[in-house]
């Protein structure tokens, strides 16, 4: 896959460069097969740059995307953090296993707030060294609620000691998801070798365009149809220009 671009206020895009950010949230617990089928099809239809499913999904929705560029990714320790690092190493392993790409574990926010600092970045690194032999990436959910702009300067500086290769903020369960103001430290906090994924709260495509404008490159929702139906009409009258103003909202 190639390096996903960086875009910056201002910037007149496509429709296309929006689709490229947007990882599509299968992940509430009561989705049906029949609703992540229909999920897998709504990302396929915009070509998203991924798909975010529950790790026992991962048989289906790797059968219903065979042959697409939708990559698919699921989560490890979601969405609290708290399993020990061997379950999560090995759910990565079994996911990847089965199809996933990407994996998106949770750091354990409560180790974290302990200020057990090295059982964290211990607990990441190991996750990133089973991914990667294995190809695939691995993001670090912070949940961002619970921390401080200090602590989540030092949590980036963690995970990438760790070597994720994205630091993202939220679960979604939370009583906040993403904020601007959030995803400005995590993009200066990290090295262009990490990227930000912004999850919780992206519903509209003028959030998600705020987004961008901090220099984050991946958005997990599951507002993809609006925010996709509005980039395309945009784009027909020229008028689709990341741009700094968008209100984000909690939750997915």
Known sequence: MEKARVFHTGEHITAHDVAKTIDHSLLRP??????LIEGCDIARR?????????????????????????????VAAFPHGVATTESKVLETIDAIKKGAVEVDMVMNIA????????????????????????????KVIFENHYLTPEQIKLACRIAERAGVDFVKTSTGYAPSGATIGDLKIMRASCSDKVSV???????????????????????????TIAIMEEALKREKEGTLVVKEEGELGGGY
């Open 111 to 138: 180790r974290f707030l302990s200020e057990e600092y090295d059982y964290v970045e211990n607990d990441i690194r190991c996750v990133v060294e089973a991914a990667h032999p294995m190809d695939a990436k691995v």
């Open 197 to 223: 994924k912004a999850a919780g709260g992206v519903r509209t495509l003028d959030a998600a365009l705020a987004v961008l404008s901090t220099g984050t490159i991946r958005i997990g929702t599951r507002s």
């Open 46 to 74: 915009y070509d998203c740059v991924s798909v975010c499913v529950r790790p026992s999904d991962l048989p289906i929705v790797c059968r219903e995307l065979e042959g697409t560029d939708v990559l698919v990714t699921t």
């Open 30 to 35: 009561d989705i049906t097969v029949k609703e």
